[in-house]
T-cell receptor
């Protein structure tokens, strides 16, 4: 299995531009999570999906952020318009619900820099 | 809401020695899971070990073991025979175990561990 695949690995953009981050979860996993990591706030959950349906988006900072999961193998996190304070590493993770512990597998992350 | 606290921002250890990283958490839940993830300089988040709260036996994975004290809400990670490749940021994390769809992880701020040769 190739694991959770995220793209791009690095993105540098200017304030006001639209940014789209992409994620391909592990095949067969029914949960998908988007996390943001910054020095100040650590790892924060932004939103998660179950069977392509958003379950909890309370961590999405503001309306500039949106996430979609059109099918079981693809999700996007979009920021429009981007601001310098959005600079962070964005992680996608997926998992499969079982009767036991639900272990999240993380992608390599997308480092976003907004100038 | 659950909170996870890692009180040691940084630690260091000599190669081949043993080190213990601390983690405490606050929850009103009775059934839950606890995890340790490591994040090396490559940035990849890697699962180290997990513990189910209803199991009294401490989890062990090769050189990694935990000391789980449910009453004290403490979950420390012990690394034996430390290796240079263990240098990483270590995150403690909590997950509720509920009947519904609630599998999100809450992370601590992390402990940066440096293994010195």
């Amino acid at each position: 299995d190739a694991g959770v695949i995220q793209s791009p690995r690095h993105e540098v953009t200017e304030m006001g531009q639209e940014v789209t981050l992409r994620c391909k979860p592990i095949s067969g996993h029914d949960y998908l999570f988007w996390y943001r990591q910054t020095m100040m706030r650590g790892l924060e959950l932004l939103i998660y999906f179950n069977n392509n349906v958003p379950i909890d988006d309370s961590g999405m900072p503001e309306d500039r952020f949106s996430a979609k999961m059109p099918n079981a193998s693809f999700s996007t996190l979009k920021i429009q318009p981007s601001e310098p304070r959005d600079s962070a590493v964005y992680f996608c993770a997926s998992s499969q619900a079982k009767s036991g512990a639900n272990v999240l597998t993380f992608g390599a992350g997308s480092r976003l820099t907004v100038l | 809401a659950q909170t996870v606290t890692q009180s040691q921002p940084e630690m260091s250890v000599q190669e081949a020695e043993t080190v213990t990283l601390s983690c405490t958490y606050d929850t009103s839940e009775n059934n839950y899971y606890l995890f340790w993830y490591k994040q090396p300089p490559s940035r990849q988040m890697i699962l180290v070990i997990r513990q189910e709260a209803y199991k009294q036996q401490n989890a062990t994975e090769n050189r990694f073991s935990v000391n789980f004290q449910k009453a004290a809400k403490s979950f420390s990670l012990k690394i034996s025979d430390s290796q240079l490749g263990d240098t990483a940021m270590y995150f403690c994390a909590f997950m509720k175990r509920s009947g519904g769809s609630n599998y999100k992880l809450t992370f601590g701020k992390g402990t940066l561990l440096t293994v010195n040769p």
